[in-house]
């Protein structure tokens, strides 16, 4: 178990230094109610962040934007 959530934490990090200090904060203020990072997609208006809650999702814009309701597909 320790090395799983050692390569989770990792991952991670990873993917914050993605982000902008816009979604950097945006991310801040909902990881509060349970939210995580899953990936962060390239799109052609910039990197949005995808943060997830069981099986809903939200995406964050390079803006730091929240969207409580986008258009994208997960695959589980």
């Excluded at 090395?3 to 203020?29: D, G, P």
């Amino acid at each position: 178990m320790p090395e799983e959530r050692r390569k989770l934490e990792a991952k991670i990090e990873k993917l914050l230094k993605e982000l902008t200090v816009a979604q950097q904060c945006s991310l801040s203020e909902i990881s509060s109610f349970g939210y995580t990072l899953s990936f962060v997609r390239s799109t052609a208006e910039g990197k949005l962040a995808v943060v997830q809650l069981e099986n809903g999702a939200i995406t964050i814009d390079d803006e730091g934007e929240i969207d409580h309701h986008p258009h994208i597909k997960i695959r589980h």
